[in-house]
T-cell receptor, first 115, second 113 residues
Framework: AQSVTQLGSHVSVSEGALVLLRCNYS??????LFWYVQYPNQGLQLLLK??????LVKGINGFEAEFKKSETSFHLTKPSAHMSDAAEYFC?????????????FGIGTKLQVIP | SQTIHQWPATLVQPVGSPLSLECTVEGTSNPNLYWYRQAAGRGLQLLFYSVGIGQISSEVPQNLSASRPQDRQFILSSKKLLLSDSGFYLC????????????FGSGTQLSVL
């Protein structure tokens, strides 16, 4: 069964500082991995995804994530935080095995950006 | 282009009352459909998913049920709401491949009092 662990339900960074949000996964088959962002009282929107190929994935708003199979990790980073990055971020893993279409999310990490 | 509609945006219901949340998708056919519940500190919990009309899979035993009467319509229901049913409910869809992203509705904030 697949699962996702996000370390740190709340992360605070200063504006201009590095953002690092951690995600580890487990999956019985090669995974597809996603990061979504949620602004207050809204649905989620995709930041970036890893399917196959290059392990460093670039997304919207300057975010990127690196798939490390040996560490079963897919951490999200951004070199310089902006106030508008304050939101909740969700890591997700997707499997398609025998018609099973499950998408599993982590518990989310709320990012606070301090001016 | 594809769009997803979810309503109502907010709902306040007494304990023991019924529930019906509706989600419809436009601009695509045979989508995979999902209902998630988001509670504070618990992330997104998958409640139901559907790969086709009348095909519903439940992830957790609970007080809720789902139905898919049409290809692009997904309904979340309850006969008698519990206090613990309060939360933010999100409908989502995606195509048939596991590497496709989910498209989310704007959510329904349900308060059971």
């Amino acid at each position: 069964a697949q699962s996702v662990t996000q370390l740190g339900s709340h992360v605070s960074v200063s504006e201009g500082a590095l953002v690092l949000l951690r995600c580890n996964y487990s999956s019985s088959v090669p995974p597809y991995l996603f990061w979504y962002v949620q602004y207050p009282n809204q649905g989620l929107q995709l930041l970036l995804k890893y399917t196959t190929g290059a392990t460093l994935v670039k997304g919207i708003n300057g975010f990127e994530a690196e798939f490390k199979k040996s560490e079963t990790s897919f951490h999200l980073t951004k070199p310089s935080a902006h106030m508008s990055d304050a939101a909740e971020y969700f890591c997700a893993v997707s499997e398609n095995s025998g018609g099973y279409q499950k998408v599993t999310f982590g518990i989310g990490t709320k990012l606070q950006v301090i001016p | 282009s594809q769009t997803i509609h979810q309503w109502p945006a907010t709902l306040v219901q007494p304990v023991g009352s019924p529930l019906s949340l509706e989600c419809t998708v436009e601009g695509t056919s045979n989508p995979n459909l999902y209902w998630y519940r988001q509670a504070a500190g618990r992330g997104l919990q998958l409640l139901f998913y559907s790969v086709g009309i009348g095909q519903i899979s439940s992830e957790v035993p609970q007080n809720l049920s789902a139905s898919r009467p049409q290809d692009r319509q997904f309904i979340l229901s309850s006969k008698k709401l519990l206090l613990s049913d309060s939360g933010f409910y999100l409908c989502a869809w995606r195509g048939g491949a596991a590497n496709e992203k989910l498209f989310f509705g704007s959510g329904t904030q349900l308060s059971v009092l």
